[in-house]
């Protein structure tokens, strides 16, 4: 037992966003396919909680709290995984960020500035940590959980959250063009709407009648499971998800 992980063995997949959702549900289907899995967010108490869930699952998992945002507690905190479980060959972004206040004529700059960090800077961040370790490894597969809105103009989604997803599209597009060749892959993940803690950054958060209809998280982690668990010299550039019922 080292530090809260449970005997390392399995390939080592780091998730931001982890402490809930999408990011909860990825890890503990990651570690389902048999990855060791790191799980990353803010929330210290809700990492731990996800890291506690894979374990009584029978999976190995590290929590590692920290904010995607501090480039040094980033580092910090890929150091510390690949001391304790191995070197990082899956990467799942699933950190994000929205605000209520969405259009041109409420949104703040600051929180446009905190939005474009948290979902196109820092998932560059952390994709530039875990490079070289998936090119000495030989291969390497990232999933950047998008969005719909990044597929299709969706007005309600707000400026800077829209325009922050769609720029991971060239951002995945330019992993496969440069890293291919040294077996590392990546997919833009787009999912339609899922009911998770995300929806109360809405300005009205939908009623559990709308929720119902909506993807759950384990949904799309299905999906994270499919790209994962994908043979080698298989990619999957683009996966877009969405409800049955979703305009
Ligand atoms: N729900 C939807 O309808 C929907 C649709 C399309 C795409 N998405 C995307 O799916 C991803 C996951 O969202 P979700 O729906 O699963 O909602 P969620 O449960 O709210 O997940 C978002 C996660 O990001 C973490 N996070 C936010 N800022 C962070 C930061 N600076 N550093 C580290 N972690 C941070 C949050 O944890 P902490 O607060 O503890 O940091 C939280 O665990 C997001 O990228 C979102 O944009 C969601």
Known sequence: MRNGASVPNGPVAWVTG???????ASAMAAAE?????????????AVTAAAEAV????????????DVRDEHALRAAHERIEGELGSVTAFVSA???NAPRRMWDDQSMAEFEAIVDTNLVSVARAIDLVLPGMRAAGGGTIVVVSSRSAWRFSP???????????????????????EGERGIRACHLCPGDVDTEFLALR???PPAEARASMLTPEDVARAVRFVLESPAHVRIDELVITPLGQR
Do not use: C, T
Not at 18 to 24: D, L
């Open 203 to 205: 300005p009205e958060r």
């Open 33 to 45: 396919a048999g990855w060791s899995v790191a799980v990353s967010g803010r929330r210290p108490e």
């Open 55 to 66: 374990r009584s699952a029978g999976g190995v998992a590290l929590a590692v709290p920290l």
């Open 95 to 97: 950190a994000g960020l």
């Open 156 to 178: 309600g989604a707000g400026v800077a959250y829209m325009s922050s997803k769609s720029a991971l599209e060239p951002l995945v597009a330019s992993l496969n063009d440069q």
């Open 18 to 24: 982890g402490g809930s959702g999408i990011g909860r």
